[in-house]
């Protein structure tokens, strides 16, 4: 009989609690988290029995997998395994956000876990259900159909669409089906736009106000500006800064949830307000200090466009090492477009 643990939600964190346990071909432990595998991750395998591989070094099918282990600030990664129908375990705080939020369900993920939040148990594990989430998934990502169309292909094969119409009220017909098409895409793409906004543009905008008042109100400003402005003051140094981010053992380091990228972003534009900096450096900047974007997001996206484990494995390290190249190349291309400015 395999052995199943009980994951429950730490302090701040949500959803579950989940139960799982090896079964099937679902035997591993998947560690999807910057710095090796997570304490959570090896106290989930020590307790079911189970083997835990880390997902960055050495890659496996997702589809062998009855948990998932991560580390992520609530963008992509959040969403990504629940969409598979992977029972998710997030050991940052946070509910369902990013652009994968309608997947993160509380009977497929818990997040704010720590070691102490994992018990042993004999309940039915979740991950058994994980079939199910598959096909609930796969569900609300088909396309929905239109009842325009059905309507008109049922009109079209009974016996009075056979006959021959009118040619200026078969216009008129095709022109009305055509502008309603139009309004169903254009107001559901509103809908998504402004859900969007509410869940993901506006708290990032307050997350930015809060940290220039913090920086400007502490003096912080002061310091930060007498070591960027060397860095980011210059081509020179912007390169520096980029070559820096983009070194592959430190890039996956820094990039989880873009917190380094939007603090940095925040303090180059904040000189360049200042005059501190020239305006023709806020290209160049910007790329610098986002050379390591997406560090952390191969393996999650490589799994999404269903990779094997052999394309995975050569995958990672070839996009992170080719960081090293594209980083400093984009300021580069930025400094040549910031000319005039």
């Known amino acids: 009989m395999n052995k199943s643990v009980k994951v429950s939600h730490g302090e701040g964190g949500w959803g579950g609690p989940l139960v799982l346990s090896p079964h099937g071909e679902k035997k591993y432990v998947l560690s999807v988290t910057t710095g090796g595998i997570h304490p959570v991750a090896e106290k989930i395998g ?70 102490d939040n994992i018990e042993s148990t004999s309940e039915d594990s979740t991950a058994e259900n994980s079939d199910k989430n598959i096909a609930e998934n796969k569900e609300k990502a ?3 159909k239109s009842i325009t169309k059905e309507a008109r292909k049922k009109f079209e094969s009974s016996e009075l669409g056979k006959k021959k119409q009118n040619p200026v009220m078969e216009a008129v017909n095709k022109i009305g089906v055509g502008v309603g098409n139009a309004i169903n895409v254009i107001y559901s ?31 912080f400003a002061k310091i ?22 983009s070194i592959p053992f430190l890039s996956p380091l820094i990039v989880p949830g873009a ?25 160049p900047a910007l790329y610098a200090v986002n ?29 992170l090492f080719s960081k090293l190249l594209t980083g400093p190349l984009a300021v580069l291309i930025g400094y040549v477009f910031s000319f005039g400015l």
């Open 46 to 115: 020590e307790m079911t029995d189970a083997e835990v591989i880390d997902q960055f070094t050495n890659p496996v099918d997702t589809s062998v997998a009855f948990c998932v282990v991560i580390d992520c600030a609530g963008v992509a990664r959040c969403g990504t395994y629940p969409k598979l129908g992977i029972p998710t375990i997030n050991v940052k705080r946070g509910g369902p956000s990013g652009p994968l939020a309608q997947y993160i369900k509380e009977d497929i993920f818990v997040s704010g876990v720590k070691v």
């Open 142 to 144: 088909a396309p929905e």
């Open 259 to 283: 917190i380094l990228a939007q603090v940095m972003s925040v303090l180059v534009g904040n000189e360049i307000a200042k005059g501190a900096i020239p305006p023709s450096f806020a290209l």
């Open 291 to 319: 050379a390591q974007v997406g560090a952390d997001f191969v393996p999650v996206g490589l799994t999404l466009m269903e990779a094997d484990s052999k394309t995975i494995e050569a995958g990672v390290p070839a996009f």
């Open 189 to 219: 793409a509103a809908r998504e736009t402004v859900d969007n906004l509410i869940k993901n543009i506006i708290p990032f905008m307050l997350f930015v106000s809060l940290l220039i008042g913090i920086i400007n109100y502490t003096g």
């Open 224 to 245: 930060i500006a007498n070591v960027l402005t060397p860095l980011a003051g210059n081509l020179w140094g912007l390169l520096l800064l980029a070559l820096i981010c």
